[in-house]
């Protein structure tokens, strides 16, 4: 059964810096397509960024710039390194993952596989 766990959210200050990770268990993270989203309060859950098998990488308008995604083969880990966050980036961050080596699309419901989110909060 796959598993996917989130780690490294917290507390910063706007302008400050995270790094989230998101570990796989069964599932072989450098093979498929696999996703950040966030889930701000009161709001529907949108993607951050995707990277495919192939290693090609994108992000969505928000995040541009600030944010990069990097995969450790090695150690099937997906990181998200946020810079110059803002307060709107308050929200509980999601690894996903979907069995096609190509990503061609940040859909939600395209997602099988979840982990449990974890929770970044930015202050003014």
């Known amino acids: 059964q796959v598993q996917l766990a989130e780690s490294g959210g917290g507390s910063v200050q706007a302008g400050g810096s995270l790094r989230l990770s998101c570990t796989a268990s069964?599932?072989?993270?450098?093979?498929?397509?696999v996703a950040w989203f966030r889930q701000a309060p009161g709001k529907e859950r949108e993607a951050v960024g995707s990277?495919?098998?192939?290693?090609?990488?994108t992000y969505t308008d928000p995040v541009k710039g600030r944010f990069t995604i990097a995969r450790d083969n090695a150690k099937n880990t997906l990181h998200l390194q946020m810079n110059s966050l803002k307060p709107e980036g308050t929200a509980v961050y999601y690894c996903?993952?979907?069995?096609?080596?190509?990503?061609?699309?940040?859909?939600?419901?395209?997602?099988?596989?979840w982990g449990q989110g974890t929770q970044v909060t930015v202050s003014s």
């Open positions: 996903a993952a979907r069995k096609f080596p190509q990503c061609w699309t940040e859909a939600v419901s395209a997602f099988a596989y």
């Open positions: 069964e599932y072989n993270l450098g093979k498929y397509c």
């Open positions: 990277i495919a098998r192939d290693g090609s990488i």
